[in-house]
């Protein structure tokens, strides 16, 4: 188990109280990234859990807004647990999220709901290649654990042939890093693109987000196609981390429908820093894509607003700007927060284990668009 509660996390720890959660730049900071035009929400983050009679131990670790994220502000955060206790804890990678647990928890529904405004900024990364320059020793050191496979982000060989096929003997990482973008958006089609009716579709997506099925399967949703970019990434050591995160689509604010989960990846650039990339919505906006009713439903479902057709331009801003109509709950995959089961693939939706064994948790994202940014606490 590693779950960490140090003095890191005191931020975190006031932010409980309802003061303002502010973003901590230390390795994190990305100096040629900008922050951008904003929007504001309040957002609403509902926990289901059902427990057992007899059970002797709850244990739940939640997302929360990450605090290391430069491009978003977090204020006015409450946690409503009815009879749980609550604390901030650390994964393995620096992540933060709300423990809830309680010894002897009450039998049947037990809900925890946290709230909060948050005030997120549009990312707009300085893209001269002439700006940047291969990593150092030093650097490819510190950044290794971003070069590294995980349990579903793994370089085999025929990935490692596609990078290497697609980057040649490129030095630069900008331009490397674009060359893997155009290569994995053409030969990988979002599942959403599928024309067919569920019962006989042919483009699919892995569930687990695996390089390796998205590679062989051509297709796969924004996790698979991420993961595959990442993998490919890292085989030509490009620092490369998936985010975790929801998009807050226009078409339900305001109404009582969860809104998903969401991924993007950053590339760390020499002088830049964690440079972001959306090939999943880069993917739907590609040439060639001219879809029939039930398709343009699918894609409409991913944006959450009208899909208007290819748009090169489009493309091209998912490398290295990302909206501002989201928020990152964590980075990286392989998580140990401090359960008793295997690491976790990702936890933006929560994980829950009663006595020890994995647990259903029922969760559900809903927001408000604010007309303008609440003021931040000093």
Known sequence: MIAHRTGLLCTLLFALSGCAMEAKPGAEFAPGVARGASLAFEIRHEFTIDVPDAATRLDAW???????????????????????ETEVI???????????FRDD?????????????????????????????GHTLAEQTELAPWTAPTAMTVSDPEIKAMAAEAV?????????????????????EH???????????VLHATGRGSSQLCFTSGSGDDVDIHALYAAAARSIGLPCRIVFGSRLKPDLAGKDVDQGVHTWVEINVPNVGWIPLDLALADLYAPGFDPNAVARE?????????????????????F????ARRVSWHW?????????????????????????IPTEVRRKLTYVELDESPPTSE
């Open 191 to 201: 599942a959403a693109k599928d024309p067919n009716p569920d019962s006989a579709r």
């Open 320 to 323: 290295g700007h990302v909206d």
């Open 105 to 133: 928890p009450d039998a049947g529904v037990n809900t925890v709901t946290t709230t909060f405004r948050l005030t997120r900024f549009e990312e707009i990364a300085e893209l001269d290649p002439e700006g940047t320059r």
């Open 90 to 100: 650390e994964d393995n990678w620096g992540n933060a999220f709300l423990h809830v």
């Open 298 to 318: 699918r894609a409409e479902q991913v944006l959450g607003e009208t899909y208007t057709g290819p748009d090169p331009s489009r493309v091209d801003f998912y």
């Open 62 to 84: 939640l997302p929360m807004p990450s605090p290391n994220d430069q491009f978003q502000d977090v204020t006015q955060w409450i946690v409503d647990e009815g009879r749980l």
């Open 332 to 356: 990286g995959r392989d998580l140990d927060v401090g359960q008793f089961e295997a690491p976790l693939l990702s936890n933006a939706t929560g994980y829950v284990e009663v006595d020890g």
């Open 168 to 188: 040649g003997a490129e030095p630069n990482p900008i331009r490397a890093a674009r060359k893997l973008y155009d290569t994995v958006i053409e030969r990988v």
